[in-house]
């Protein structure tokens, strides 16, 4: 039953933030296994410097119903894998080469960096400890890209070659993903597997395709068509009707066109354009839309929706206790906790706010966006935002989640 007050609460908390931290935001709050709040705040466009200060052209103002989810697309893409392991295709411990074997065809790689910032571009140095060491990619296993402790780089930009995709594309998803796939298979590592975590977005690509060859029952040729199709499949089990998705590649358009989506970034550094109704993570879009770490759109309903099911550890062919074990802590380094795709509160400041206990899990999404469960108290928040609207480096969002998080906790659990 709707929580009238705590949905008043969270739309004025929001709106306090509307026009400075983002331009659109939808919170979706459960309870112990039922939704208690739905609030979407959203706001006209502000001038628009990508257009010498004007609006966005033949912009007619509708609430957005679609964002881009980002980085929680993660957490459905370690769902895929737990599915392929509830159904004995592989184990935590199967060695990614398995699976793609391409991965290791170049034998053992040395370590020559530390990766690229993907915010400055910058090459970061190589860790002096492993300097001269090289990695046998054979090593890397499904548990490693899970915890984020593969040793592979947190970025590498794959989305230059070829350009930017337009609509429609030109150039097919498979050409675009097998350019990819062959730059992360020969990329050097920055750490041995299992050393430390290290967040990568690379290794989420990889587990992505990793997902569709295992669930498609072969280890086909490169394809993301093989990782939209069982990401539909997981979709329909978990939803029926208005599921998150790949855009646009993977689904018609809806009506309002573009403006069903929350526009993202202006982006000057490779497409020129405003992103809005395509994924803003560029190696997303540069390999078509469809990838493991990021691409899939959808509503703070549905995301509250896949993560009450997680509370409640009822995942459609995960097996339950294969699912608790995901929300455990399985790798910690410098305080970054990790489970088996999900993040864990860390013990300092985290975006879970100051509340949720140790035990509680979730993610969050570049863009603005998180999802955390909180399951001592049976809480499930969802909320996403466009908070890269006005820039990438845009302060005060660790500050923006902290506050709507203590929020709700208080307004649930303080009475």
Not at 148 to 171: E, K, Y
Not at 222 to 231: E, K, R, V
Not at 298 to 317: H, K, Q, V
Request: charged share 15%; glycine share 10%.
């Amino acid at each position: 039953m709707p929580n009238l007050s705590l949905g008043a609460a969270i739309t004025r908390y929001l709106t306090q933030h509307l026009g400075h931290q983002y331009t659109a935001s939808q919170v979706t709050v459960y309870h112990h296994g039922q939704q208690v709040a739905s609030v979407s705040v959203t706001m006209p466009p502000p001038p628009d410097p990508a257009l010498d200060g004007t609006a966005v052209a033949d912009q007619h103002h509708v609430q957005p119903r679609y964002f881009d989810l980002a980085s929680l697309t993660k957490l459905y893409t370690s769902t895929l894998i737990l599915r392929a392991i509830s159904a004995g295709k592989a184990t935590l411990n199967t060695p990614l080469a398995d699976i793609i074997p391409e991965f290791a065809a170049g034998g053992v790689q040395p370590i020559t960096d530390g990766g690229i910032n993907p915010h400055t571009l910058a090459l970061e140095a190589p860790d002096p400890q492993f300097s001269g060491q090289t990695i046998d990619p054979a090593a890397v296993t499904l548990f490693h890209l899970l915890t984020h402790t593969s040793g592979l780089a947190p970025w590498r930009p794959l989305f230059t070659v070829p350009p930017p995709p337009t609509q429609p594309d030109p150039i097919p998803r498979t050409q675009r993903w097998a350019h990819a796939l062959d730059l992360m298979c020969s990329a050097p590592f920055i750490a041995p597997p299992g050393h430390a975590v290290r967040y990568s977005d690379i290794g989420f690509m990889l587990l992505g395709e990793a997902a569709g060859r295992l669930l498609a029952g072969e280890h086909r040729p490169a394809s993301p068509n093989a990782l939209g199709a069982a990401m539909r499949a997981l979709m329909v089990e978990l939803y029926g009707e208005n599921p998150p998705v790949f855009y646009p590649v993977d689904a018609p358009a809806p009506a309002e066109g573009i403006h069903a989506f929350a526009p993202t970034e202006y982006d000057a550094r490779w497409r020129n354009r405003r992103v809005q109704g395509e994924v803003h993570d560029e190696n997303a879009c540069g390999v078509g839309g469809i990838a493991g770490h990021a691409g899939l759109f959808g509503t703070a309903d549905a995301l509250a929706l896949f993560g009450s099911r997680w509370a409640s550890l009822d995942i459609p062919g995960v097996d339950s206790e294969l699912a608790r074990e995901a929300t455990r802590q399985h790798a910690e380094t410098d305080g970054e906790r990790r489970g088996l795709g999900w993040m864990l509160r860390t013990l300092g400041v985290s975006s879970a706010g100051t509340k949720f206990g140790p035990d509680s899990y979730g993610h969050t999404g570049f863009v603005g966006n998180t999802l955390w469960i909180e399951p001592a108290q049976g809480i499930v928040i969802a909320c996403l935002t466009n908070n890269v609207y006005f820039g990438r480096l845009k302060s005060g969002l660790l500050a923006f989640r902290v506050g709507l998080q203590d929020l709700i906790w208080e307004a649930l659990c303080s009475s």
